[in-house]
C-alpha cells in the first residue's frame, strides 16, 4: 500500500476534501477516498484466505448461509450507506476458542466459530454483526490512518514535499491486523450503529449486550486478543443500556431473540 497513496490519482481527492472541509463542518476528516477502502479490504481478504493455518476456513455452507443472511438483513437499513459498494461478505473460521469476529476496511466479515458457539441467541449475533458492519461503514481504519499520517503530511502528499521514506514508514505501521485495532470511540460508534441498523430488523436492538455478558469477567487469551481488537470498557455497556432506555424499548420477546432457532444452528455446527 506503500506507493498507493503517492500515486497522481489519490492527490485531488486529497486536496478536495481538504478543502471542502475547510468550509463547512465534516466531522471525523477521512483523506481516503471510499476505494481505498476496498481495495484494503479485497487486499485483506485475499492474505487471509491464503493463510489458513491463522484462519482456517469452517467448511459448512449451511451455516456460512445463516450467517450471510443474517448480514443480508441488517444491511437493509436504512442507516447502512455502502450496501452494493461494499460486498458485506461473510466467511467463517474454524477456531473455537475465539469469541470474536471482524471486518475488514471496504465490508469482508469474518466470523470464528468460538464466538458462533459461545453465544445462546440470533439477536446476539445480529449484534455483533451490526457492530462489525459498522467498523466498514465508519471507515474506522482509513479515519485512523489519516490521524496517524496528519493533515500536514497529506497536505505534504498533496503538494508533492513529502519523502516517500516516510510513507513508507507510516504505511507499514498498518501492516497486518494491527489496521482493525480499533479505539474506544470507534467501539462506541460501533455499538450505537448496531443499535441504529437493528431497529430496523426483528432482533432486539439491544442485543450486543449479551455479548458482552458473555465475556465480561471471562479470562483467556481468546479474551485478551478479542479485548486486543474491541476493548469493552464498562462505558460501553452503560451506554448500550441508555440508549435502550432514551429509545424506550422493552425487554427483548423470544420473536425478537430466536433462541429456539439458534439452539437448532449452534447443534449443526
Ligand atoms: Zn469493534
Known amino acids: 500500500m506503500t506507493n498507493h497513496l503517492v500515486s497522481n490519482r489519490f492527490v485531488p481527492i486529497a486536496l478536495a476534501v481538504v478543502s471542502s472541509c475547510l468550509l463547512t463542518y465534516c466531522g471525523a476528516i477521512n483523506l481516503f477516498p471510499v ?91 445480529a449484534g455483533v454483526l451490526g457492530h462489525e458492519i459498522a467498523h466498514a461503514e465508519r471507515r474506522h481504519s482509513t479515519n485512523r490512518m489519516t490521524t496517524q499520517y496528519g493533515i500536514q503530511t497529506m497536505m505534504d502528499i498533496a503538494l508533492g514535499k513529502s519523502a516517500d521514506q516516510n510513507l513508507q514508514l507510516a504505511a507499514n505501521a498498518f501492516t497486518g491486523l494491527g489496521l482493525l485495532q480499533n479505539s474506544r470511540s470507534d467501539e462506541e460508534e460501533a455499538d450505537d450503529y448496531s443499535f441504529k441498523y437493528l431497529r430496523s430488523t426483528q432482533w432486539f436492538p439491544g442485543g450486543i449486550l449479551f455479548f458482552f455478558d458473555k465475556v465480561k469477567g471471562r479470562g483467556g487469551s481468546s479474551i485478551e486478543r478479542l479485548l486486543s481488537t474491541h476493548p469493552l470498557p464498562q462505558d460501553r455497556i452503560d451506554e448500550t443500556n441508555a440508549r435502550l432506555k432514551k429509545a424506550n424499548v422493552p425487554p427483548p420477546t423470544e420473536a425478537q431473540l430466536n433462541t429456539r432457532a439458534y439452539t437448532d444452528f449452534k447443534r449443526s455446527l
Not at 450467517?67 to 466467511?91: A, L, N
Not at 467463517?92 to 468460538?114: E, H, Q, R, S, W
Open 35 to 125: 476505494s481505498e477502502d476496498q481495495r484494503l479490504g479485497a487486499q485483506f481478504d485475499k492474505e487471509i484466505k491464503a493463510d489458513t493455518k491463522q484462519y482456517p476456513p469452517y467448511a459448512n455452507a449451511t451455516a456460512k448461509q445463516y450467517v450471510q443472511s443474517i448480514v443480508d438483513r441488517i444491511v437493509k437499513s436504512p442507516d447502512v450507506k455502502y450496501r452494493g459498494t461494499f460486498p458485506y461478505h461473510v466467511e467463517l473460521i474454524k477456531d473455537d476458542g475465539m469469541i470474536n469476529a471482524f471486518c475488514t476496511p471496504g465490508g469482508y466479515i469474518y466470523v470464528y466459530t468460538g464466538l458462533l458457539k459461545a453465544i445462546d441467541n440470533e439477536a446476539t449475533l
